[in-house]
Every structure is written in structure tokens, then in C-alpha cells.
Nanobody, 124 residues
Framework: QAQLVESGGGLVQAGESLRLSCTAP????????TAWFRQAPGKEREFVAA????????YNQEAVKGRFTISKNRAKSTLYLQMNNLKVEDTAVYYC?????????????????WGQGTQVTVSS
């Protein structure tokens, strides 16, 4: 069973950067496809980015393309989300998630394991 723990959130101004981290048991990133989702107040949880377990494929939501980059370090058993040029509309709780291979990457219901979330707040 994957246990995911996010960190790295905080309060920043528009245009600044943050890097989120998600740690998990060693084999998690070998066995599962992983992703970042976010949920803003009053809105549904939405897909941000995903990376396949083999690292040969990444996916990004259109709104974050060119600004956010998903990556992972297997040796450190950590998933990252580098967020540059943050905008006020990026404000949300960010979650990392893990899914068995073969399921659609951009759908929350594909993911069986979730972290507790980390708050990102972007001020204008």
C-alpha cells in the first residue's frame, strides 16, 4: 500500500516559484504511475500533471504547460512538481496520487492512493 506525504507548499506572490515534494515507500514509484492534482475552495479536484512509472511519458493540464514540471527521483523515492511563474488562480490544495498502470492518467478516480495535501497560496 502506497503512503504518500506532500510538502513544500506555502504563500508566494504571483510570478514566484515553488517546488512541491511527495515522498512514498521506495517501490511506489517503480510500481505505480503518479500524478499531482489540486483542489481550490468550492471547486472539484482537477488534474495537474502525471508521470508514468517508467518515466517515459509525462502529461500536463493545458493551464500549466510551460510553467509546471513533474519529475521524480527514484533513489530518493520522491515525486516533485516544480511550479514557476505562479498565478493567483493556481491557489489550491495540491495532492499527489498513485495509480496502477493502465488507467487513464487525468482522471481522479484512476488513483487509489492519495496524500493529505499541501496548501499553495499565490497572492497578487
Amino acid at each position: 500500500q502506497a503512503q504518500l506525504v506532500e510538502s513544500g507548499g506555502g504563500l508566494v506572490q504571483a510570478g514566484e516559484s515553488l517546488r512541491l515534494s511527495c515522498t512514498a515507500p521506495y517501490r511506489t514509484f517503480m510500481w505505480y504511475n503518479t500524478a499531482w492534482f489540486r483542489q481550490a475552495p468550492g471547486k472539484e479536484r482537477e488534474f495537474v500533471a502525471a508521470i508514468s512509472r517508467t518515466e517515459d511519458t509525462t502529461y500536463n493540464q493545458e493551464a500549466v504547460k510551460g510553467r509546471f514540471t513533474i519529475s521524480k527521483n527514484r533513489a530518493k523515492s520522491t515525486l516533485y512538481l516544480q511550479m514557476n511563474n505562479l498565478k493567483v488562480e493556481d491557489t489550491a490544495v495540491y495532492y499527489c496520487a498513485a495509480a496502477e498502470p493502465g488507467k487513464p492518467a487525468g482522471i481522479a478516480s484512476s488513483y487509489d492512493y492519495w496524500g493529505q495535501g499541501t496548501q499553495v497560496t499565490v497572492s497578487s
